[in-house]
């Protein structure tokens, strides 16, 4: 990757941002991505007990119409983590623009509202990164 390039780097939800109803992040375009690989990362900071959280990665052709499957999806999580995950879109071509979507949800008694307390960046992975990444795959395979 020359000097002069930039990796994208952009927060899709504010860190220690209180989530109470499901939402989505602002948009991110991605079409300068040289590797179109990016670390996706989930942290949550708090939370209360018997709630859930669903995170979706959403792709688009031109920023206004997304795909009807998820590009990634992590599993529901319940407890107070950093939940990273490597996302290569390389396969995705026609994916410009990136964005979240969370689904929170409470059961149980007591205050019916979910409340998580969290943050989630979107990294470019650096081309030398990945391609360390790749070559150490390919040796545990053999």
């Known amino acids: 990757m020359p000097e002069s390039a930039v990796l994208i ?34 942290k949550i900071s708090n939370v209360t007990e018997q709630e859930c959280m669903e995170l979706s990665l959403l792709g688009s052709a031109d920023g206004t119409a997304w795909g009807p499957q998820p590009l990634a999806t992590f599993p529901q999580r319940f407890y107070p983590a950093e939940y990273p995950s490597l996302v ?28 998580f307390v969290c943050g989630a960046t979107l ?17 545990r395979k053999a």
């Open 9 to 42: 780097d952009s927060v899709l939800i504010p860190a220690e941002s209180v989530l109470t109803a499901k939402g989505d992040s602002p948009v991110v375009e991605i079409s300068s991505a040289a590797t179109r690989a990016f670390l996706l990362e989930l």
């Open 88 to 115: 290569d879109l390389s396969a995705e071509p026609v994916v410009n623009f990136l964005k979240v979507h969370w689904e929170v949800t409470r059961w149980g008694r007591g205050d019916q509202v979910p409340r």
């Open 123 to 139: 990294r470019e992975v650096p081309a030398e990164l990945l391609k360390e990444f790749r070559q150490d795959a390919e040796f």
